[in-house]
C-alpha cells in the first residue's frame, strides 16, 4: 500500500511538473509575439492555454484521490495541499500569458507599447525567466531557486513602476491604444512574476514546514481575472 502511495505521489508531481512546463513555454511564447509581432505565436499561446487548464485539472483530482483513500497526514498531506494549490497557481500564470498573447495578437502587425515598447520586452524577458525558474523549482524542489525568485521580482517590479513613469510622462507621446496596451502588459507581466513568487513561498513550506512570507495572492473571484475574461481591447487609434 506504502508503495502504490509513493507512486500515486510521482506521477502527481510529475503532471504538476508537466503543467508548469507548459506555462513557462507560454510565456516563452508570448513573450517573443509580443517583441516580433509574431501572429502564429500569439495563437499558438492562446490555444494552448486549455491544455494547461487541463492538466490542473488532472493534478486537482488526483490529489483529491489521493486524499480520499491514502488519508495522508504530515509531510504527505502537505505535499498533497500544496500540489493542489500550486496547481491553481501555474494555471493562473498560464492565463496571464495568454492575455499578453491576446494584445499581441490584437495589435498585429504593429508593435504594442509605443515608447514604452522596450520596457515591456524587458518586462517580458523577466517573465519568462521567472517561468523557467518555476519549472525548475517544480521539478527539483530546490529552495536556492526558490530564494532567487523572491529576491529578482524587484527587477519585474521596478520595470513595472517605470511602466507608469512612462504613461504619466507628457513628454511620451501616446495614443489612448498605447497607454492602455502599456498598461495592462505592465500589470500582466508584473502578475506573472507575482504568482512565481507565490509558488517559491508554497515550495518552501512543503520542504520546511515552515511558512514564509504571506504569498502574494491572486485578486478575488469577480475582480481582475473575470472582468477581464477573454479581453478585446481593439479600441480606436486617436486620430
Not at 88 to 117: K, W
Not at 137 to 164: C, P, Y
Not at 211 to 221: C, Q, S
Request: with cysteine.
Amino acid at each position: 500500500m506504502r508503495q502504490e502511495f509513493r507512486n500515486e505521489i510521482k506521477s502527481l508531481n510529475k503532471r504538476l511538473h508537466q503543467q508548469a512546463r507548459s506555462a513557462a513555454r507560454a510565456m516563452d511564447r508570448a513573450a517573443e509575439s509580443l517583441r516580433d509581432s509574431n501572429l502564429a505565436l500569439a495563437e499558438s499561446v492562446i490555444d494552448a492555454d486549455a491544455d494547461i487548464d487541463e492538466l490542473q485539472r488532472q493534478v486537482e483530482d488526483m490529489a483529491v484521490s489521493l486524499l480520499v483513500r491514502q488519508a495522508p497526514v504530515a509531510s504527505d498531506l502537505r505535499l498533497v495541499v500544496t500540489a493542489i494549490r500550486t496547481a491553481g497557481t501555474i494555471e493562473r500564470m498560464g492565463d496571464l500569458a495568454r492575455h499578453v498573447a491576446y494584445i499581441s495578437r490584437g495589435r498585429f502587425p504593429e508593435r504594442v507599447g509605443g515608447p514604452g515598447y522596450e520596457t515591456l520586452c524587458a518586462m517580458a524577458d523577466e517573465a519568462t525567466r521567472v517561468g523557467h525558474q518555476v519549472e525548475e523549482l517544480v521539478r527539483t524542489q530546490d529552495l536556492e531557486i526558490a530564494e532567487e525568485i523572491e529576491e529578482q521580482d524587484e527587477i519585474l517590479d521596478r520595470l513595472h513602476r517605470k511602466s507608469f513613469e512612462i504613461v504619466l510622462d507628457e513628454k511620451n507621446e501616446m495614443t489612448r491604444q498605447e497607454c492602455v496596451d502599456l498598461v495592462l502588459l505592465g500589470r500582466f507581466l508584473e502578475r506573472f512574476g507575482d504568482h512565481g513568487v507565490s509558488v517559491a513561498r508554497r515550495m518552501h513550506f512543503l520542504i520546511t514546514g515552515i511558512r514564509a512570507e504571506a504569498e502574494l495572492e491572486p485578486p478575488t473571484p469577480g475582480t481582475e481575472e473575470e472582468v477581464l475574461g477573454e479581453p478585446n481591447w481593439e479600441f480606436e487609434s486617436d486620430k
